[in-house]
């Protein structure tokens, strides 16, 4: 039995298995048996109200999860799927409430990843049920932390709770999928990623709204402290960085700091780490800079505020929850 069929069979058996999507690491589980959904929540400390993206191996699954599907869904799931856009639509009848949040809609993606797509085919393959074929994968990683995109991510933060990992090396765009609710009147990204609003606003004929209004669905990563650090993390304009860093090492604290370009002085209680200042490689790395840069025991990282440009939106918004969460 290959790695994929095993995964297949453990995710049958109800277990946990972490798998590689192009975005981040997912850890996986039968969308449909809650007994294994019960166990994401547990391995990562997720409250029981965030509700979970369930991935798909196509869009010809679509009516095995969601109900009322407008036109919109099925063009954006033929221009970008396999790909990192999430579509909230109105839940079908069976999807389980701890999927879901207790909503009535629920998330659907299908990943840009060979890896996860062999595993979603192996296993909905074995899976004709209503909702046979979905796996619900939150990022594999304890709630609120930094998300992995390396299966060494995975194992350093979630070792023996997951069954098995696969490993389809680091994480092709490194951030999560943009979401966008379809399941009222008008679309609506609610968190963005590296699929822009263009894009999408030429496949829908008009540009989505940003953000959600007060009676909008609950998503996963739209908390205001998320995708943190354990050390502290402070967003900084590039003009204010240096002057930043020199006063919190005159404090006494060891500094880490991830920048385009280094301060004219580096002290020798400072690390700087060389960032990309290009959106999509910046975004491909941020995770796994954060994650070595929270690894070197500092007091503070400091992070060049991103520019404030559409290229950029979904980085910013990471790095804004980061901040918060990391206080």
């Known amino acids: ?50 509700p979970l993206i369930v991935h798909l191996p196509d869009a010809s699954h679509l009516e095995r999860w969601a109900v009322d599907i407008p ?16 579509l909230i639509l109105k839940r079908h009848p069976s999807v389980l409430d701890a999927v879901t949040g207790g909503q ?30 979905g796996l619900a994968a939150p990022s594999a990683n304890r709630f609120g932390h930094v998300s992995p995109t390396t299966a060494a991510h995975v194992r350093e933060e979630l070792g023996g709770t997951v069954a098995m990992i696969l490993d389809g090396g680091p994480c092709a765009v490194g951030i999560e999928s943009t979401i966008l609710d379809l399941s009222g009147g008008e679309p609506r990204i609610l968190r963005p ?56 090492l005159a404090d006494g604290r060891r500094v880490a700091v991830l920048a385009p370009e280094a301060p004219v002085h580096i002290h020798q209680k400072m690390v700087w780490s060389a960032a990309s200042a290009d959106a999509a490689q910046f975004a491909h790395e941020l995770y796994a800079r954060l994650r070595e840069l929270d690894a070197l025991g500092c007091d503070l990282i400091l992070v060049a505020a991103p520019p404030a440009a559409e290229a950029w939106r979904a980085v910013a918004d990471r790095l804004r929850r980061a901040a918060a969460g990391s206080k």
């Not at 798998?19 to 997720?46: H, W």
């Not at 036109?71 to 999430?86: C, D, I, N, V």
């Not at 008009?206 to 354990?230: I, K, M, T």
Request: hydrophobic fraction near 45%; charge should be negative; charged fraction near 15%.
């Open 1 to 50: 039995m290959n790695e994929v069929s095993r995964a297949a069979a453990l995710l049958r058996a109800g277990e946990l298995v972490a798998f590689p999507t192009e975005t981040v690491y997912g850890l996986g589980a039968d969308a449909s048996n809650p007994q294994a959904i019960a166990k994401i929540f547990a391995a990562k400390g997720r409250p029981a109200d965030h």
């Open 71 to 86: 036109e919109a869904a099925r063009k954006l799931a033929a221009a970008f799927w396999p790909g990192p856009l999430t």
């Open 104 to 133: 009535d809609t629920v998330g659907l993606r299908v990943p840009n990843h060979p890896l996860a797509l062999q595993l979603l085919r192996e296993f909905g393959g074995a899976n004709s049920g209503a909702n046979g074929g």
């Open 193 to 248: 990623g590296m699929l822009d609003a263009e894009a999408i606003g030429a496949v829908l004929g008009c540009l989505p709204a940003f953000g959600g209004e007060q009676n909008a669905p609950r998503v996963s990563g739209s908390l205001d402290a998320h995708y943190a650090p354990s050390t502290p993390l402070q967003l900084v304009a590039a003009a204010d960085l240096a002057a930043t860093a020199a006063q919190a």
